[in-house]
């Protein structure tokens, strides 16, 4: 074989294999833009999938009901401004069960075993208001497994308490709590270094030893909001309340026993208030909740949150 046809054998060669590389190489870019049509379009049912479900879980259903009926709003778990029993989601569902012309009384019914006396005072007042503004609309607090301390303060406002036997209820006290390792320290060779400007801006440091004029000043403020709440409850309850000061003790009681001290005016389940008291037995929930758009963008935000900032380390 001559040079000459080597040479050219040779680049045909190169040429085939640049021609290969370059067809696998498009088909490559085709797949890549399929599969990439392909998951934007999952992406998009995804997204049109859960507005969906937003949006039929998240209207209220007052919107949608012509009948009368009773409208129920629920206080789950701990009263405090990062739950959905916070002052903000309450008041709201409130609001809206009392604007719904086909309202014919509201249920609070409460689960709770207390929280923020912010937050509860917040809700306390907004029920006041609530039922001066409609009269003709009566509220009623409706106590599930238990309705201590915050939520007996929201209770309170309701033109009638009903409980169950079994509910637990009271808890009318004020509390704060903590833990003092200055032994512990003092065993283990540890040196507390703490740096402050304000004589007491150190108030409770727990590995420094409980100092009288701060134990003092501490209880001054517990027996102040203490109080505030004796009052909220003498002023919903009224002449209802046994004359006896164990009521405002802190002690919790059952149902039944929370009739013969007043906390507590008749035993029934929400379906019986509304029946019965009420009038309609028809049950709408106007409660607020986190929606799944919140959940979403939460949980987006923790994603990309960790994306951005898994990079920068300092070790």
């Known amino acids: 074989m001559t040079e000459t046809n080597k040479t050219t054998n040779s680049e045909s ?9 370059a067809k696998e190489v498009l088909s490559e870019q085709r797949r890549n833009r399929r599969w990439g049509v392909f998951f934007k379009g999952l992406f998009a049912l995804y997204l049109l999938s859960f507005f969906v479900v937003y949006l039929v879980k998240n209207t209220e259903m007052g919107s949608f009901s012509t009948d009368k ?31 719904d012309e086909n309202t014919q009384g509201v249920i609070l019914r409460i689960n709770s075993p207390g929280g923020s006396p912010v937050q509860a005072g917040y809700i306390n ?28 303060y929201i209770a309170v406002a ?12 009271g808890s009318i006290g004020v509390v704060m709590s903590g833990f003092g390792f200055v032994d512990a320290i003092e065993k283990l060779g540890v040196e507390r270094r703490l740096l ?6 150190g108030l409770l440091d727990p590995f420094q030893p409980l100092k009288q004029d701060e134990e003092i000043h501490i209880q001054g403020l517990l027996d102040e ?8 409850v003498k002023d919903g309850r009224g002449d209802k309340l046994i004359d ?4 405002f003790s802190g002690l919790i009681w059952s149902g039944t026993e929370g009739i013969k001290l007043g906390l507590v005016d008749e035993l029934a389940s ?18 607020k909740r986190e929606s799944y758009l919140d959940q979403f963008a939460k949980q987006m935000g923790a994603v990309l949150y960790q994306s951005m900032t898994e990079g920068f380390k300092l070790e």
């Open 158 to 169: 309701a033109d009638k308490i009903y409980a169950n036997q079994a509910s637990i209820v």
């Open 225 to 232: 909001i203490h109080q505030q709440f004796i009052d909220v």
């Open 13 to 21: 060669f190169e040429q085939s294999l640049v021609n290969d590389l």
């Open 244 to 247: 006896d000061e164990k009521l």
């Open 69 to 99: 009926h009773t409208a129920i709003v629920e206080i789950s778990g701990v009263i405090a401004a990062n739950t959905e029993a916070r002052a903000d989601y309450v008041v709201t569902g409130l609001r809206n069960a009392f604007e």
């Open 270 to 287: 929400a379906g019986q208030v509304a029946r019965d008291v009420i009038g309609a037995e028809d049950i709408v929930d106007f409660t």
């Open 125 to 152: 007042t907004e029920v006041k208001r609530l039922r001066e503004k409609y009269p003709d609309i009566p509220l009623y607090a409706v106590i599930t497994d238990v309705c201590a301390s915050g939520g007996y």
């Open 196 to 201: 402050h400007a304000g004589n007491s801006k």
